[in-house]
């Protein structure tokens, strides 16, 4: 019986340090990450990064929620757009990815009517909430987008 325990205890020790050393390991630039998919991924129009201020207009955050953000935007011919924030918290994430979802389905709105040829990008976007980190890419290359996440994420061992 105290093998039982104490290999239970041993068992729950690893788990419990094999959590801690993977949420260490998120260490994430919300600029270097948007950049990073600007550079690498197949866009199809030009982005250029916006502002905070015009950023806040796009993605109405609050502010207390943002530790960081980067927004870069296309010319609006077509849907395409790369938004990183990273949260407070996972809480504030939580509210962030609300916020990014809102912002989805404006555009669905706004291109169903004005380019209907872009709604697919828009019916399946990349989006993931990490911890702090939300990273929202409207690209058609979300295989390539989630690659390149996971090696910012994870570094070489998860890319």
Known sequence: MRRKICLSW??????????????????LQAAECA?????????????????????????PVDEKDVAAQQVYVSTGATA???AVFEAVDAAAAERLKEVVLQRLAEQKASYADYLPVELPKLEDP??????????????????????????????????
């Open 126 to 159: 990349y989006l993931r909430v990490t911890g702090p980190y939300v990273i929202f890419c409207v690209s058609g290359h979300n295989e390539k987008v989630s690659k390149e996440v996971e090696q910012l994420l994870y570094g070489n061992e998860e890319g």
């Open 80 to 82: 395409e757009e790369i």
């Open 10 to 27: 041993v068992m729950l020790l690893m788990l419990l340090a094999a959590g801690c050393g993977q949420s260490s390991k998120l260490n």
């Open 35 to 59: 950049e990073v998919l600007w550079e690498r991924i197949p866009f199809t129009d030009t982005l250029s990064a916006i502002d905070e201020q015009m950023s806040m207009v796009l993605y």
